[in-house]
Structure formats: C-alpha cells, structure tokens
C-alpha cells in the first residue's frame, strides 16, 4: 500500500496562492501515477492534476489548467500542487491518491486510483 500524507492546506483570501504538499512512501508500483483530487461540500471529488513518477509528465483536468502547478521532488518522495490566484470556489478537501501509471487516464476516474490520503483542507474567502 501507498502511503499518502497531505500537507499544507488553510485559509487564505482570494487571490492568494497555497502550496500543498503529498508526502508518498512505499510505492508498490513500478511506475505510478500521483494526482490531486478536490472534493467540497455536497460535491463530487473532482480531479485536479496528475504526475507521473519516475519522470516528469504531468496532466491537468481541462477545467484546472492555468492556476494550479502539480510538481514533484523524487529525492524527497514528494508531490506538490502549487494554487495561485485562488477564488471562494476553490474551497475544498484536497486529496492526493496513487494509481498504477497504466491504469485509467490522468485524473479522469477517481475509481482508478488505489491509495489514498487523508486529505488537507483549503478554505478561500472573498
């Protein structure tokens, strides 16, 4: 099992930026894919972006593309999602989740991912 831990959620005023960090250990797979996903209240968990490990590709659903940065630090085991400009309707739970990197596409079905965090909260106020 992938061992995912969220950090660095808060609350922030529109227009700021956060900078999440995953923190994974115990990969299990031989190449893996690592995303983002965001979930707020009475909504579907949604996918943000996705990279894979090793290697650098990344992927955004179409609707995150232009203000989020997903990015990764191999020597430390750790997956960042860089948030700028952030508007009140970003407010969620984040997750980070970990699927073998043949499975599925990018972050188009959350039911491709395995393992997954607890989750890192971002509140963004107007």
């Known amino acids: 099992q992938v061992q995912l831990v969220e950090s660095g959620g808060g609350s922030v005023q529109a227009g700021g930026s956060l900078r999440l960090s995953c923190a994974a250990s ?3 797979y031989s190449t893996t ?7 707020a209240p009475g909504k579907e968990r949604e996918g943000v972006a996705a990279i ?17 940065t ?13 948030m700028n400009s ?4 970003d407010t969620a739970m984040y997750y980070c989740a970990a699927a ?14 395995i ?12």
């Open 115 to 126: 393992d997954w965090g607890q989750g890192t909260q971002v509140t963004v106020s107007s």
């Open 52 to 68: 894979y490990r090793p290697g650098v590709s990344t992927c955004y659903a179409d609707s995150m593309k232009g203000r989020f």
């Open 100 to 113: 073998p990197s043949m499975r599925g596409r990018c972050v188009e079905d959350k039911g491709d991912y």
């Open 33 to 39: 894919r690592i995303a983002w996903f965001r979930q």
């Open 26 to 28: 115990g990969y299990r």
């Open 70 to 82: 997903i990015s990764q630090d191999s020597a430390k085991n750790t997956v960042y999602l860089q």
């Open 86 to 89: 952030l508007k009140p309707e």
